[in-house]
């Protein structure tokens, strides 16, 4: 408890001395949350990163399958009881597929970027009396990445993704479309294209000096042990793993990392110990004996940043992806109002009427006096968006009468709105929407100035 | 937006979404302005003379409501002058309550001072400013907001004597109302500091029962009793799932949904009784 208090009070010092930029976010205060005081869920972030699907990567579109798994992953319906209340969903953790760096929960999170799985917040059963967290994975290329879990103790995608939402988070039995649709979404999420990088994961002839002698000494033979080298487990032609797990003096049997996209998954190692690449190579230089001068290790570091890049890991959150994303949720109502699938529609009915609650919130209403100015265009815009939760909501009260025709109706008026009229209102609300660098700031500075007010002072 | 190919595997109506998007650029001009006219910027009363003396006996009841937000402001200001945390807290709870319950009639009838009273996030003036100190910092130096909220709330004291109340003005409140009470409340809630977000949605629904029930209900049981019925229902179950102990433990899927049943039913219920669907903003202040 006591480190648990202490944990909770260096997040919120440090959280109050930070500037205050578009990386802003506000955590949990008060004692009327589910979560603890001090959780930092990173939602307010401008920038998002970048989620790119196979399926349009090769010139195709996302399949039903694609587009409802990635509603159930962003559901906190399929979770158990205190993820819902929390409103906490797959996507807290993994954002746009990859690691939430800045998640911090206390109790469950020993530095940002890491979570316990086997805590008691979320489902008691599963608490195993061990602060053991570990990082929060990128789900980026993981149909490449098999095993699963951090100690690769699972081969089944499937079965893992069951056992999160079960085991872990104490949600009711999924069912099996939403089980399969949430595989197929996960395995339609790519890596980042990586211009270093060519066939058989070989850098290109772009690469720097430094790092192609970084990639050699990849290859090289560990000097005490010649049958090891940092290529032999992360295999350049394979995604840069092996599929196996080893111990690597990090306390145990952990399977190997992908390379791939790595620039972005910091912190490193199944606990998070390390920040950087630097103290990585400092790691095993130390515990293989590699003997590696100061120069190699720089050369190592190099290749590791030039193998871990991708191209536009980050994109700026604002309208147009977030009427896309609902879009693409509500899309499956394309499918399942026709087929009378009552539990699609409802999850439908119910997540992207949440999000679009929320992208409500991103319009603050005249009583956040922080904001200037666009007061007519703000309103005109919740208007809008609580008009389309309301016309969800009307498509699942037919739903759930069996008047399926009327479902139909309903959801038709509801895309000619989100289609039509909508972008063009959110988007003429924009410059005064919380999606605008300086009306977050001033958001937030005002959010941060009424918690200064609220702490108690040193006597 | 989504791509839309032209292959067979489309339904029927991911093709009608297709053609919309085909005719969305020529559309979006005129759907817009259709738009602007349904969400309150062009809207009219429809003759609603019937319901007129209703809102007028509702009167008595803001008065009584606001004047007990204005006798907690005021007696908060004698414990903040007697240095009394713990009464000055209780005071600002009971103004707090009639506050919430009034805000039916706050954020459309008298929006100026709604904002000044209940401004969010806002550390130095309203109801928010004092509870952040009071409650979290533990201090009672809160005098010159108090000082500001007695006045604001005096001066709506005051207006709410001979304002207009129009049926119209408070179906939109009762609907807004409804919406905000479904929203997340799992920061914490504006009353995060007091811990009273959940008596502020308790106040809420009753000051949605009491407008209903004084303003609507006899006109809408004459004209669609089951609408009627299923509105007094939706108001009832609110009821239940926020009477618990605390915030935790209130349902937010369920709140939502009954949040959101109780506004379709709102709007449904307007044409009804004679009045223009309600709006789900407040309108600016003049």
Redesign the interface.
């Known amino acids: 408890m006591l480190v648990q208090r202490l944990l909770c009070g260096a997040v919120l010092c440090l959280w109050l001395i930070l500037p205050f930029g578009n990386a802003g976010a506000?955590p949990?205060?008060?004692?009327?949350?589910?979560?603890p005081a001090g959780t930092e869920l990173n939602e307010e972030a401008l920038d998002q990163p970048s989620e790119r699907f196979h399926s349009e990567a090769v010139g195709?579109?996302k399949s039903y399958l694609v587009n409802l798994g990635d509603l159930a992953f962003s559901s906190?319906?399929i979770l158990g009881e205190v993820a819902?209340?929390?409103?906490v969903n797959c996507s807290t953790c993994h954002v746009n597929g990859v690691s939430n760096a800045r998640l911090f929960v206390p109790g469950l999170s020993s530095r940002p970027g890491t979570f316990d799985t086997t805590g008691a917040l979320f489902n008691p059963k599963a608490d195993n009396g061990i602060f053991d967290a570990v990082t929060i994975p990128s789900l980026r290329g993981a149909r490449y990445l098999a095993p699963y879990g951090h100690n690769g103790r699972t081969a089944s995608l499937r079965d893992f993704v069951r056992d999160v939402i079960v085991g872990e988070f104490a949600g009711p039995e999924p069912s099996p479309a939403i089980l399969d649709a949430i595989v197929a979404y996960i395995q339609d999420i790519d890596f980042l294209p990586n211009p270093s990088l060519g066939p058989a994961g070989k850098l290109t002839a772009n690469a720097s000096e430094a790092e192609r002698r970084g990639e050699t000494l990849f290859a090289r033979p560990f000097p005490h042990d010649p049958v090891l080298s940092c290529a032999g487990c992360h295999v350049p032609s394979g995604a840069f793993v092996d599929h196996l797990q080893h111990d690597v003096g990090s306390g145990g049997l952990f399977k190997t990392p992908t390379l791939l996209n790595a620039d972005f998954n910091a912190p490193y190692f199944h606990d998070g110990r390390y920040d950087t690449f630097d103290q990585v190579v400092a790691h095993f230089d130390r515990v293989f004996a590699l003997g590696l001068p100061s120069q190699d290790r720089a050369d190592l570091v190099a290749y590791l940043k030039a193998v871990g890049d991708g191209m536009r890991p980050y994109e700026r959150d604002g309208i147009t992806a977030k009427?896309?994303e609902a879009?693409?949720f509500a899309?499956v109502?394309?499918?399942a109002?026709?087929a009378h699938d009552g539990e699609v529609i409802q999850l439908a009915v119910?997540t992207v009427?949440?999000e679009l609650?929320?992208l409500a919130?991103q319009f603050p209403?005249?009583?956040?006096?922080?904001v200037v100015g666009g007061?007519?265009q703000r309103?005109?815009a919740?208007?809008?968006l609580?008009?389309l939760?309301?016309s969800l909501?009307?498509v699942?009260?037919a739903a759930s009468a069996e008047r399926f025709d009327e479902a139909?109706a309903e959801?038709?008026k509801y895309?000619?709105?989100i289609?039509?009229?909508?972008?063009?209102?959110l988007k003429t609300a924009e410059p005064w929407s919380l999606f605008s660098p300086p009306v977050h700031d001033s958001?937030y500075a005002?959010?941060r100035?009424?918690?200064?007010?609220?702490?108690?002072?040193p006597h | 937006?989504?791509?839309y190919?032209s292959k067979s595997s489309?339904?029927?109506?991911?093709a009608?979404?297709g053609r919309?998007?085909c005719?969305?650029r020529y559309?979006?001009?005129s759907?817009?302005l259709?738009?602007?006219v349904?969400?309150?910027?062009g809207a009219t009363r429809a003759d609603a003379a019937p319901l007129d003396e209703a809102a007028e006996r509702y009167r008595s009841y803001i008065i009584e409501d606001i004047g007990r937000a204005l006798a907690g402001a005021r007696t908060l200001r004698e414990y903040v002058g007697a240095r009394d945390l713990s009464g000055a807290k209780q005071a600002w709870i009971d103004a707090r309550a009639g506050w919430e319950r009034s805000e039916v009639f706050t954020s459309g009838f008298a929006?100026d001072l709604?904002?000044k009273i209940?401004?969010?996030?806002?550390?130095s003036s309203g109801f928010?400013?004092i509870e952040?100190?009071l409650?979290?910092?533990?201090?009672v130096n809160v005098e010159e907001q108090t000082d500001a909220l007695i006045l604001h709330l005096a001066e709506l004291d005051a207006e709410i004597r001979h304002i207009a109340l129009t049926p119209q003005g408070l179906l939109n409140g009762i609907t807004r109302l409804a919406?905000e009470v479904?929203?997340?409340?799992?920061?914490?809630?504006e009353s995060?500091?007091s811990?009273t977000?959940?008596d502020d949605m308790r106040n809420n629904v009753d000051g949605i029962a009491l407008a209903y029930r004084t303003v609507f209900a006899t006109a809408l049981e004459a004209s669609d009793p089951k609408l009627a019925a299923a509105i007094q229902n939706y108001i009832e179950e609110l009821r239940k799932v926020l009477d618990v102990s605390?915030?935790?433990r209130?349902?937010?899927?369920k709140l939502?949904?009954l949040s959101?049943?109780l506004?379709?039913a709102l709007?449904g219920s307007a044409q009804k009784i004679g009045l223009a669907r309600p709006?789900?903003?407040?309108p600016?202040?003049r």
């Not at chain 1, 819902?84 to 409103?87: C, I, P, T, V």
């Not at chain 1, 100035?449 to 002072?457: G, N, P, R």
């Not at chain 2, 489309?10 to 991911?14: C, D, P, Q, R, Y």
Request: net charge neutral.
């Open positions: 506000f949990v205060t008060g004692d009327q949350s589910v979560l195709g579109r906190p319906d819902r209340k929390a409103g009427l896309k879009d693409d899309s109502l394309d499918t109002i026709p119910s009427g949440r609650r929320e919130e209403d005249r009583r956040d006096t922080a007061r007519e309103r005109v919740r208007t809008a609580k008009e939760v309301l909501r009307r699942g009260v139909e959801y038709r895309c000619n709105l289609f039509a009229a909508v972008p063009t209102l958001h005002a959010m100035q009424l918690l200064k007010e609220s702490k108690k002072q | 937006m989504r791509s190919s489309m339904t029927n109506s991911g009608a979404r919309e998007l005719l969305r559309r979006s001009v759907l817009c259709i738009f602007l349904a969400v309150g910027v929006p709604d904002e209940d401004a969010w996030p806002d550390a928010h400013a952040a100190r409650f979290g910092a533990d201090v919406y479904g929203e997340s409340k799992v920061d914490g809630g995060r500091f811990g977000s959940l605390d915030l935790k209130v349902d937010p899927a939502r949904v959101e049943e506004v379709v709007q709006t789900l903003e407040e600016l202040p």
